[in-house]
């Protein structure tokens, strides 16, 4: 071989040996390979999803090794983690072009009823309770897109089997949209067709739903308390106010707890301080399971969560707790415990039905925040804490509710005045 053959080939080989090395130092790929490989390892619901979490990497890594900057690098995740139609997973961060998160960023609650997607609970005080959404409507479309047609372009491309409840996710994303678009949907209700402007009543899509304190009380019909929180389940500081209004509560005769607007996850201390006040001995109020333990040990790893009495003195009247779909994570695992604990009946529709408890993980190099339920959690009965059904459920499209502002709490009312 010739001294020039030598010297070409030498630098082929170099140049090829860079462009290897430059293809695999992509930031973006090997973070998306470290999302990947975290959920793999850890998410605790594959044994209920119908995911090729295989294929995902094989759609979706080609695309974080193109993209050209990091927003495109989330909207990758976004659409991957969508994958599993889970919505208890999430990014910690988000853009404009986001979904809004649900049930948080939520004002509808619809599900696919009969082969139609109906709207069965709309959130009091929100944009579209005040542009008019009425539980029972058939939505035909949304944003001039037949609601069939956008619910399959939803749905991931991994899904081996489309079934309800991957329908529904997709129509709740549908529902909750993001800050980019007004949220336009046709509907039906009594054989006629209505256009509604889902974000008109808000006067821009930026506007978010602010509350006055963490929470609420006062003594309603004929003495009875009322204590309502206002997504605070993860601030600590609310433990005391509750203690408080228990305390100017504690003469009534019966006490409803209102949980129907708390979606935002929370805090396990802020439970089980809530919970103590109602019991006299230590008891056992939810189960955790680690399916990827066994999974990868072969050895079963789980725990019963425990509660402990404290304060100055036991409530032992009359519970009611409220509920709803916007009753998410923390609130869901209040509930159960109350109603394990055996110390009040449940009332309201079912709640969110967010699955288990989360943990947070974080990219190596974007440094993108994610997290996702790495524990399974349960009654201790063994039943499911996401499939959890209150003991009075209501049906808030049955007519009889149509012209009462607030069934739910009419409903809670009526079974303490009935327990005379």
Known sequence: MTRHKIIFTAITILLLTGLTSFKHD????????????????????????????????????PQAENAQNENELITIFENALEELYDNHFSLNTNLK??????????????????DKPIVTEVRMGFSADKA???????????????????????????????????????????LAGTYLTQRVIVVKQ??????????????????????????????????????????????????????????????????IIDLRETPSGGNSIVARGIMSRFISTEMSYQKHVLPNDEKEFKIKRSWFEIV???GAFIYDKQVIVLVNHWTGSMGEGITIG???????????????????AINGFQTSKTKIPYSFPTEQLYQIDGTPREIFSPTNLID?????????????????????????
């Open 26 to 61: 992509n930031k973006f790929a090997d973070d998306f390979l470290e999302f990947w490989t975290d959920v793999k390892d850890n998410y605790a619901y594959f044994d209920k999803k119908h995911t090729d979490w295989n294929k995902v990497k094989t759609v979706y890594l």
């Open 97 to 114: 072009s986001s979904t809004r998160l649900v049930p948080t960023g939520l004002d509808i609650w619809a599900e696919w009823i009969n």
């Open 132 to 174: 008019g959404v009425k539980n029972g409507m058939e939505i035909v479309s949304i944003n001039g897109i037949p609601i069939d047609q956008a619910t399959n372009n939803r749905i991931g491309k991994c899904i081996i089997n489309i079934d309800t409840e991957v329908k529904n996710y997709a129509l709740r994303q549908l």
């Open 190 to 255: 009594n054989g006629k067709t209505i256009t509604i402007n889902l974000d008109e009543a808000n006067g821009n899509l930026t506007d978010t739903y602010k509350y006055n304190s963490l929470l609420d009380f006062k003594t309603i019909d004929n003495n009875i308390g009322y204590i309502k929180f206002n997504n605070s389940l993860g601030q600590t500081d609310v433990i005391q106010l509750f203690d408080s209004a228990l305390y100017q509560l504690k003469n009534t005769k019966a006490l």
């Open 308 to 310: 402990s009495p404290r």
């Open 338 to 356: 109350f109603d394990t604990l055996g110390k009040a009946k449940i009332v309201g529709t079912k709640m969110a039905g967010l699955n288990g």
């Open 396 to 420: 808030l499209t049955n007519s009889k509710y149509k012209e009462m502002e607030d069934p739910i709490l009419t409903e809670g009312i009526n079974i303490i005045n009935a327990n005379k």
